[in-house]
């Protein structure tokens, strides 16, 4: 069955780069979804039955070359959702072609990669204005910000909650570093800055059981927030989020359950039936290849929580 309608003329034509074992569960609910805002107009896949396959389903067109997709005009934006076959080549390439650019999840698997997009050449000109680019023009899937538990906390903490004191994340801390980066880009995302000190309470070193950060800048000592990520105690990989408010406190126990609780009132919601991180996160890419600017986080942003974690190897972090 074909996913179109005769309005696909006004809609953002996009290129699909990699499909991969994510595609069914995240994306492919995203994208039908998201008809009204854009329509998948090439598809460009190593398996070329997976890649007809798909096509097929959205009237779109199939490549078998990566620099062909690169240099059709009509194309608005390219999501590039599988990066096992891809190298800081192909994601150079991709980055430098001047179309906007979805990176999703897959991808942030490989920071080594992504730095080498905003690594210019200190003698060359053009290659930084192309690293001053691709920041701009690379977006990558920061899912955490945009859980539907997280945008009810955003608007709790505008509401009922008031502004954040502390962080606790209850975590698998043992896994890949960058999945720990994702959890530390959150707590930016949420305070509003990144993090200016890494420490032990104790003073000692730190270790594979718990990280701890401050977000100090432009703030009196008296006034200084945290946020602790710590090793959950049965192991779960899915982490478990308990913030402390001027007004109240919330937790997130997934990403659709919140509950919350002033001195006055309190309540457990779920919230399954909101648009999930990844529609939000595409519809704001759309919004973005037309020229808007939206606040879904820079790809700078990412590797800078990514350094943070990486820093803490050296103290008895443990991950990949």
Same mark, same amino acid.
């Given at each position: ?9 006004? =809609?953002?034509?996009? *290129? ?17 979804? !998201?008809?009204? =805002? ?7 896949d +190593?398996? %070329?039955a ?7 389903e959205?009237?779109? /067109? ?9 240099? =059709? ?5 390219? !999501?590039?959702l ?7 080549g192909?994601?150079? !390439?991709?980055?430098?072609s001047g ?6 999840? +897959? ?8 730095r @080498? #997009?905003?690594?210019?050449? +200190? ?11 691709a920041?701009? !023009?690379?977006?990558p ?22 502004r954040?004191k ?9 896994? /890949?570093?960058?999945?720990? @980066?994702?959890?530390?880009?959150w ?9 200016? &000190? &890494?420490?032990?309470?104790?003073g000692q ?7 701890d950060? /401050?977000?100090?800048? *432009?703030?009196? +000592? ?9 090793? *959950? ?5 899915? @982490? ?12 997130l126990?997934d ?5 919350? %609780?002033?001195?006055? %009132? ?7 039936? %909101? ?5 939000? #996160?595409?519809?704001q ?15 700078? /942003?990412?590797l800078s ?10 103290? *008895? &972090?443990?991950?990949?």
């Open positions: 069955m074909r996913m179109v309608d005769q309005s696909r003329r006004d =809609r953002v034509g996009l *290129g699909l780069i990699g499909l991969g074992p994510s595609w069914e569960q995240r994306y492919l609910d995203a994208l039908v979804r !998201l008809q009204s =805002r854009l329509t998948v107009r090439l598809v460009y +190593p398996v %070329e997976r890649a007809k396959s798909i096509a097929s959205f009237d779109a /067109e199939v490549t078998g070359s990566l620099r062909q997709m690169l240099a =059709r005009p009509k194309l608005q934006g390219l !999501l590039v599988d990066p096992g076959w891809l190298g800081a192909a994601l150079s !390439l991709i980055a430098g179309k906007p650019v979805f990176l999703a999840r +897959p991808v942030l698997r490989q920071p080594t990669a992504l @080498a #997009l905003l690594q210019p050449c +200190p003698t060359s000109n053009t290659e930084a204005k192309q690293a001053n680019s920041n701009d !023009l690379c977006m899937e920061l899912g955490l910000r945009f859980t539907p538990s997280t945008c009810r906390l955003r608007e709790l903490i505008a509401t009922k909650l008031g954040i502390r962080i606790v994340i209850a975590c698998d801390l043992s896994g /890949e570093k960058t999945e720990t @980066a994702h959890l530390v880009d707590c930016h995302h949420l305070m509003g800055q990144p993090p200016t &000190v &890494v420490s032990n309470p104790n070193s730190i270790s594979n059981h718990a990280i950060f /401050e977000f100090n800048s *432009g703030l009196p +000592p008296f006034n200084t927030r945290t946020a602790r990520l710590q090793q *959950g105690s049965n192991g779960n990989e899915v @982490a478990r989020f308990s913030i402390e408010c001027e007004r109240g406190h919330a937790t126990s990403r659709t359950h919140i509950r919350w %609780e002033t001195s006055t %009132e309190s309540a457990d919601e779920s919230l399954v039936d %909101e648009r999930s991180e990844t529609e939000i #996160l595409i519809d890419f759309c919004r973005r290849a037309l020229g808007g600017l939206n606040p879904v986080g820079r790809l700078s /942003e990412y929580a990514i350094e943070v974690v990486e820093s803490l190897s050296g103290r *008895g &972090v443990s991950g990949k």
